[in-house]
């Protein structure tokens, strides 16, 4: 499953407006070129910029790597990591283990709403294959395929991350996303025969949200240049098709469930957003019109609150409508905590407060997809 998270990285840098920058000439390898078991010892390394040492000095020192970074951060893939030569916590951080958890509980959502899942070794064993497949696999597939499209972004945002830094080399990052979306795909399969699918939907599922995942990312639609489309897309990826792959596993994905989570993708666009913020500068450099680019930091923000919040009050009033009171105004309950957040940290800033804001909003958020959940089964 595709990439409502890729949250928790570095602000971007500020250059001077007085430095005089080289940005290199990057030749860009295609993701979907012939695999060769060939491997050599060349590094992919890319500069970001060349300065004089004497003419500036940097005015983003947050920039600079994490001489004192956590190592637990690398691990999860997130700001203040650490550096590493160890190529396995290299591999580790490509995949962003933070943006896992999302699609694993949109796993269990959409067990929850299928109302067929029993607390069995058989259940709990099939449900924890599927969140395999959406969290490591698929998602490690789909963060791995971003930062190697992104790359030239990251040499200007993030110089020392694992690709543009040359930690990783360009031949082992290709067969990294390879392996994990082959991973990811076999996985589906194996849980189609398990639910004794006729029709492979969760494969179906599976190969819809990797194709999805590389459009997003790679030329010539590259949707995240369009900060609607490209928003919704990882919105939708991150809450329906979860969702969908655990409802298909243990039930039936009806029309309307799928309706319902499209229509709570849309909050999940106003999340992507909150990302946007930390990336204006490397976007605007490459010409990405992301929603802060185009509408300017102070629109945007209000555009991202209210996808979030209008989205969650309309399932609220369907579920009102739908005869279920009850688990209305506990969405509603769940909707006031965020909308405190948002106010206290960020629509303050949303570069400096992006991360304590998602900490502390988002789990009412996502107990509120469960709330959904479990009032559509019954």
Known sequence: ????????????????????????????????????????????????????????????PDKAPAKNGSSFNQLLGIKGASLETNKWKIRLQLTKPVT?????????????????????????????????????????YTQTLNDWYDREIDAINEPYRPIPSGAISENEVITQIWVLLLGGLTTAGILDILAGHDFPIIFYLALGGSLLSYIYSAPPLKL????????????????????????????????????????????????????????????????LQSLPVAFGAETAKWICVGAIDITQLSVAGYLLGAGKPYYALALLALIAPQVIFQFKYFLKDPVKYDVKYQASAQPFLVLGLLVTALATSH
Not at 108 to 123: K, P
């Open 100 to 140: 896992w958890p999302p699609l694993v509980w949109g796993v269990v959502c959409g067990a929850a709403a299928s109302g067929n899942f029993h607390w069995n070794f058989e259940d709990v064993a099939k449900s924890i294959l599927c969140m395999m497949m959406s969290g490591p696999f698929l998602t490690g």
């Open 224 to 287: 995240k240049q369009n900060g609607w489309i490209g928003n919704f897309a990882l919105g939708a990826s991150y809450i329906s098709l979860p969702w969908w792959a655990g409802q298909a596993l243990f039930g039936t994905l009806t029309p309307d469930i799928i309706v319902l989570t499209l229509l709570y993708s849309i909050a999940g666009l106003g999340i992507a957003i909150v990302n946007d913020f930390k990336s204006v500068e490397g976007d605007r450099a490459l010409g």
């Open 1 to 60: 499953m595709a990439s409502l998270i890729n949250m928790l990285s570095v602000s971007p840098k500020i250059l001077s407006p007085t430095t005089t920058t080289r940005t290199p000439s990057l030749q860009t390898r295609p993701f979907l070129t012939p695999f060769s078991a060939s491997f050599t010892k060349r590094r992919f390394t890319i500069r970001a910029a060349e300065t004089d040492a004497n003419e500036v000095k940097s005015e983003a």
